[in-house]
């Protein structure tokens, strides 16, 4: 076959491909369910607070759902129960606690039947801040550190 | 459990002191029973691929810390105990490589579990597999700083060409973005082979936020390497609703996917989708599925079932959700639960699954069908990221003494951090202490991996058997609390198992052996 015409039939089936594809593209995409209404513990960046208070206990795994670092924090509207996420997250981030520390949280409060949970995305105390979860509400202890970025991430040693 | 069940935190100090402990206590321990069964080192030959994620200890600036990983790849067993090639993509927090095995060994006993260890150019990994059949199996890492789960099967070399690759596939992919928020994705395309993709349509849900149905970007496509590592290994590259990957050829019917953008991991599989065009009408039976991934507060997994009766409307809903130890049963007490599915116009297989509960709420579901007696699941509540997998389930009844027999098995969860299980179980068709076991486990917190470890418990079926059923297995671990789970039963070859207790995230399933 002449390579022109070779040219031209890749081209025809390349040019029908195409048509195809944006046929199928171009089709109504389909209906879903459009965002439901906020379940218990589901993490509402748009009612974020902030809240001060000291620390009352500091459990790292707390045998309380969710799983996970809790604290009681004693603030001037009462005591309540401050989740945080993994605690081995706290730990790789050099972020200790313990009773009597002065902490300030942004985060959101959320009801449950067992009483109101405060869902934390940073944590203050001192002059250390930490981020605990992205702006869209994942825990980072649950993305990970996929995205340290600069700080060039390095396995440890051993056989990938 | 899809590859997107890798999560994060808890369980009780006495667990982990427990683990380190090893054997003491109430339990008498003894040594590992002599294997029993037809498996051996010849039951694995041949050429597999696989696919597993997990959790990797990774170090960067500050403390070393825990980050998800995935690897996929290819394997080459000769049946006599040796690995004589392969090839593997593994994304790590350091980078994405590509690495071949050489002099690497394995070791299968009669109960179809094994060892496997895989050497390449930078060490030795090392895997705890168990044979669902001489075709098929699961596998565990059980390495220090790297834990993970998932599964093999063998590879059809004949597949190893981009023409083979034509028709509609159902995939499945999660993993975390380069944000780093969690991701699930679930949708289809057609491969007209040759490598091209001419459309394709998918669902995605970052941390909890559904997108809607989206076309595919520009620039999809699939291509078989031709340096050699496609006709040898089955790899190939591939860009699949954005995302780059390589992926590895089971059989014209099944590809493993790995994303290589170093930024974000992701993982998944696709499936040939049957070639019919689908409506409501082609859901109609019982289903079971199984999900796995993240809420707001942690991991999250899910497992239920319900009648579809190929007209829009579910009944018989069951579901048991463990999200970071707060369990939801529906019907929850005193509730009842109504719901509707809907198959997207066009034939595509796409469609949605919706319940409420009169108690616990709404619960929103995204699908497409591979088959009409098989999906990929997308749980698209607000703040979740879950998939998984839909199937047809048995019509019953289930009992005991049609689950009686073996099992391979595969468990991940979380409790402290990652741990991911595999091992045998062995049902009879008492109705008592039924269930006896033998596993090999990763606790990636305690950096410690447990071998041969027992368990045994009762498997109690509630007539007819396809709800939810409860297994409770205790380990001779004696500190180590008991497993409970809520079993529900594909057929009386495969159940789905989520854990329900309060300190642990955990799901998986069994297989029968033969």
Known sequence: MQMATRVRIVGFFSVLLLLLSNIVWAQQLADRPRQPPMRTLAYDATQETVVEGTVLSYTAESATPPIGAHLILQTAAGAIDVHLGAARFLQANNFSLATGDSVRVVGVSSETRQGTIFLVRVIQKGGQSLVLRTANGALLSVARTRALGAQKAQQQEGAR | ?514
């Not at chain 2, 206590?25 to 010849?42: E, K, L, M, Q």
């Not at chain 2, 639960?337 to 409420?356: E, H, I, L, Q």
């Open chain 2, 1 to 514: 459990m899809s590859t997107s069940t890798k999560r994060w935190v808890l369980l009780a100090t006495i667990l982990l002191a427990s683990l380190t402990a090893a054997c003491g206590g109430g339990r008498t321990p003894v040594g590992p029973p002599i294997p029993t069964g037809n498996f051996s080192n010849a039951n694995l030959k041949g050429q597999y691929a696989f696919l597993m994620s997990g959790t990797e200890l990774c170090s960067g600036s500050g403390s070393p810390r825990p980050s998800f990983f995935t690897r996929a790849g290819s394997f080459t067993a000769d049946g006599s105990g040796h690995i004589t090639g392969g090839l593997e993509d593994v994304n790590l927090c350091s980078g994405v490589f590509t690495l071949q095995f050489t002099n690497s060994t394995y070791s299968i006993t009669a109960d179809g579990r094994g060892t496997l260890s895989l050497t390449n150019s930078t060490g030795t990994t090392n895997y705890s597999i168990t044979l669902s059949s001489a075709t098929a199996g699961v596998i565990a890492e059980t390495d220090v700083n790297l834990t993970a789960s998932g599964s093999f099967q063998r590879q059809n070399v004949a597949a190893f060409s981009d023409l083979a690759i034509i028709g509609g596939y159902v995939f499945d992919f999660a993993g975390i973005t380069a944000t780093p928020n969690p991701e699930s994705v679930i949708g289809r395309f057609d491969a007209v082979g040759g490598g091209v993709i001419t459309s394709g349509l998918f669902d995605s849900n970052v941390a909890g936020t559904p997108s809607g149905q989206q076309p595919f970007p520009a620039g999809a496509f699939y291509k078989l390497d031709t340096n050699g590592d496609g006709t040898n290994f089955g790899r190939g590259t591939a860009n699949i609703a954005g995302h780059i990957f390589a992926y590895y050829i089971v059989d014209a019917t099944r590809l493993k996917l790995l994303g290589t953008d170093p930024a974000e991991a992701f993982s998944g599989e696709a499936f040939a989708q049957q070639n019919i065009s689908f409506t409501a009408a082609s859901l109609n039976s019982g289903f079971a599925f199984l999900l796995g991934g993240s809420s707001s507060t942690g991991p999250i997994a899910t497992a239920g079932r319900f009648t579809a009766d190929g007209a829009g409307n579910l009944t018989s809903i069951f579901l048991d959700e463990n999200d970071s130890g707060r369990v939801t049963l529906l019907p929850s007490q005193g509730g009842t639960v109504t719901g509707t599915y809907t198959v997207d116009m066009g034939g595509f297989g796409g469609g949605t699954a919706t319940w409420t509960d009169t108690k616990a709420g709404t619960f929103f579901f995204i699908f497409y069908l591979i088959s009409p007696t098989n999906a990929v699941f997308q749980e698209i509540d607000s703040k979740i990221t879950s998939d998984g997998t839909l199937l047809a389930q048995t019509a019953g009844p289930v009992s005991p003494a049609t689950l009686a027999g073996d099992f391979a098995f595969v468990w991940s969860g979380v409790s402290t951090d990652e741990e991911d299980f595999v091992g045998q179980l062995k049902l009879t068709s008492a109705s008592g202490n039924n269930a006896t076991g033998i596993m090999d486990f990763n606790e990636f917190a305690a950096g410690q991996q447990f071998f041969n470890i027992q368990f045994d418990g009762p498997l109690t079926i509630v007539p007819p058997g396809t709800g939810p059923n409860t297994l409770v297995a205790t380990t001779t671990l004696s500190s180590l609390m008991p497993f409970t789970f809520t079993a529900y039963a594909v057929d009386s070859n495969n159940v789905f198992l989520v854990g329900v207790d309060k300190t642990r995230v955990i799901a998986g399933s069994v297989v029968r052996q033969p």
